[in-house]
């Protein structure tokens, strides 16, 4: 099966600019997951979808993040103005649904803000 | 909120040597994942345990879940470099999957 497809897989801006990022998780997964890893650090869970709804995102700086999964299939996760400490990689994962699921990879979108 | 503590935070071992690392929760476990992440990609999937004094092997790799469920420990037998990167603990907290502070493991050819 296709595995969690992640683009760009890296981008270059400048802070105050603004950058996207998508995922496209593995068909038939209902839960969706963005999670901020910063270089050294464990990944920290962004928003979780179960479908197009959200199920958690109390970790989302919501002043400069926003993340969407319309049609409960594919999502986006907005970041504008980006800051310097925005500078990490961006995890997508899915899974079929929460609770005692494997949830799967994509391989990342690594952002760098200057 | 529940957190998950690995240790050590890193290690260096020359190939060939066993080692292990651990994850410690601050809440009974219910379910106890293992990943690992090379540099610069995503994580992949090695074990998941759910039932305490649950052990697991995967090639070189064995995991295993304590009775109280609230620590577990990855042993890897006889390292190569392949076994190079980050080992990262996992654990579902109900609305969340937590993540611990990951291991980054060098193997010394």
């Known amino acids: 099966e296709a595995g969690v497809a992640q683009s760009p897989r890296y981008k270059i801006i400048e802070k105050r600019q603004s950058v996207a990022f998508w995922c496209n998780p593995i068909?038939?997964?209902?839960?969706l997951y963005w999670y901020q890893q910063i270089l050294g650090q464990g990944p920290k869970l962004l928003i979780q979808f179960q479908n197009n709804g959200v199920v958690d995102d109390s970790q989302l700086p919501k002043d400069r993040f926003s993340a969407e999964r319309l049609k409960g299939v594919d999502s986006t996760l907005k970041i504008q103005p980006a800051k310097l400490e925005d500078s990490a990689v961006y995890l997508c994962?899915?899974?079929?649904?929460?609770?005692?699921?494997?949830?799967?990879f994509g391989a990342g979108s690594r952002l760098t803000v200057l | 909120s529940q957190e998950l503590e690995q240790s050590p935070q890193s290690l260096i071992v020359q190939e060939g040597k066993n080692l292990t690392i651990n994850c410690t929760s601050s809440k009974t476990l219910y379910g106890l994942y293992w990943y690992k992440q090379k540099y610069g990609e995503g994580l992949i999937f090695l074990m998941m345990l759910q039932k305490g004094g649950e052990e697991k092997s995967h090639e070189k790799i064995t995991a295993k879940l304590d009775e109280k469920k609230q620590q577990s420990s990855l042993h890897i037998t006889a390292s190569q470099p392949s076994h190079a990167g980050i080992y990262l603990c996992g654990a579902d907290g109900g609305n969340q999957f937590y993540f611990g502070t990951g291991t980054s493991l060098t193997v010394i050819p």
């Open positions: 994962a899915s899974s079929f649904t929460s609770g005692a699921n494997v949830l799967t």
């Open positions: 068909s038939g997964h209902a839960t």
